[in-house]
């Protein structure tokens, strides 16, 4: 974050609010394939990350 960039706090009424208005544009929850799918692309991604370090 740079010195001129004021940090927000985002509370979780703005995230509710924020995941409703997702799931309408997306027309329900997503696929339970759909979020394994991520879940295992974010283990893939950490552990690439912490190998590199």
């Known amino acids: 974050m740079s010195v001129d960039q004021e940090q927000t706090t985002y509370t979780d009424e703005h995230r509710r609010r924020d995941l409703d208005l997702l799931r309408e544009i997306m027309g329900g929850e997503p ?3 759909m ?10 991604f950490t552990a690439r990350r912490s190998h590199a370090a």
């Open 31 to 33: 696929d339970p394939e």
């Open 35 to 44: 979020l394994q799918l991520d879940r295992q692309r974010d283990q893939e």
